[in-house]
């Protein structure tokens, strides 16, 4: 078998037998040399859709676990052909261009092809403007830049795939983000893609979409971006080694006149202290990315990854203990001003900033050898 092709399948009695026929009329053309077969992975669907894919001769495969990315996964492991290519059953796609995609992949020996609908036609009101204009060209320059892509359309529906590369990427996206984990997979794997200009149909009037912007652009941008971790270690610790090196100098030099303006001042520092915190909450939030993903985290990341219980527990009773001692020695010199007039904020914000980060961290860590025990257990 040269090519399965794949539908995920939900509730597409309206659409899918004009899909199915599309398909098998795109693949027969030219000399028929083509052999393949028609897929329809089902979703759970409750109305016809599995009968009119069985009289129109595809093979029905029930998928349990509900999600578009699901639905692709059962439908791809259950696929015959050497490469599987797959597209929405909702008439939106150019489904004449199945034969061309199928065709360039074996002609550049790719490992995916794509079929764009940027260097398409794109019918009025076929896209959204939000998804035309912004949405997919922002997660398609994301994928560019940190993953050294060359695309046009990350959120195409209508691929082609080799299955044997298919097979080393490791998916596992059950929902929308089954299409940004399949390009950052297979760039990160230095996996040959090319691309064909297509398009998108306006689809019927009255079907309710399964795709829903806000929650599934989010599925899409928090998966690029928990695939570089890297990218918030480096921000985080830049942010704190900056953050805290201009808070101690403020506690030093105490409020400066430069260049006409008055800094390190109580804002400049209250300043210091948000940017400190947001670093570290990065760097902690890539020390959990490291987990799950195979990037090799920096030597100073992986230490802290690894620490001890012995360890982790004199850091968090030092790091306690010095807090105590803050807040008991505040309370004195407050009794002793009579519980009034207690003016320490100059000295008070630059010292929370120099306790609460490293204190953050270690709770952090502590939440992270918790999580890695009862994960191993």
């Known amino acids: 078998m040269d090519l399965t092709f794949v539908f995920p399948c939900l509730n597409e009695e309206g659409t899918l037998a004009e899909c199915i026929k599309a398909v098998q009329a ?28 069985t009289e129109l001769g595809a093979r029905v495969i ?24 797959f597209a929405d059953a909702d008439s939106t796609y150019l489904y004449e261009h199945c034969l061309p995609l199928y065709l360039k992949a074996i002609e550049v020996d790719a490992d995916m092809s794509i079929a764009s609908r940027m260097n398409g036609e794109i019918e009025d009101s076929a896209m959204p403007p939000l998804h035309r204009y912004l949405g997919t060209p922002v997660l398609t320059t994301l994928i560019n830049v940190l993953f050294k892509g060359n695309l046009s359309d990350c959120n195409s ?38 691309e064909i200009p297509s398009g998108l149909r306006k689809g019927p009037e009255g079907r309710v979409a399964h795709l829903r912007t806000w929650r599934d ?129 100059n000295a008070l914000i630059p010292g929370i900033h120099l306790i609460s980060i490293p204190s953050m961290l270690a709770i952090g860590l502590l939440g992270i050898h918790v999580f890695k025990k009862s994960d191993n257990g």
Request: aromatic fraction near 8%.
């Open 217 to 345: 652009g989010m599925r899409h941008l928090l998966f690029i971006l928990s695939e570089r971790p890297r990218l918030f270690e480096k921000i985080g610790l830049l942010l704190v080694l900056i953050s805290t090196l201009l808070q101690v100098t403020a506690l030093v030099m105490g409020p400066t006149n430069l260049l006409g303006l008055n800094i390190f001042d109580l804002h400049s520092k209250a300043l210091l202290l948000l940017a400190g915190l947001t670093g570290i909450q990065l760097y902690l939030f890539a020390c959990v990315l490291f987990l799950r993903e195979r990037e090799q985290p920096s030597k100073l990341t992986q230490k802290l990854i690894t620490i001890d219980e012995g360890s982790l527990f004199f850091l968090l009773l030092t790091l306690f203990s010095i807090e105590g001692l803050v807040i008991a020695a505040v309370v004195l010199n407050w009794a002793l001003n009579d519980f009034a007039n207690l003016n320490l904020s």
């Open 62 to 85: 029930p998928v349990p676990q509900r999600g578009y990315g699901a639905a692709l996964r059962g439908g791809i492991e259950a696929a015959k052909g050497e490469y599987v290519m």
């Open 157 to 194: 529906g209508f691929r082609c795939i080799r299955k044997t590369a298919y097979a080393q990427w490791d998916i596992r996206a059950s929902g929308m983000e089954f299409a940004s984990e399949l390009l950052i997979k297979a760039l990160k794997n230095d996996a040959k893609t090319v």
């Open 26 to 53: 795109s693949l027969d053309s030219g000399d028929g040399s083509v052999k393949y077969e028609i897929v329809v992975a089902d979703n759970g669907s409750t109305d016809r859709s599995a009968e009119i894919a």
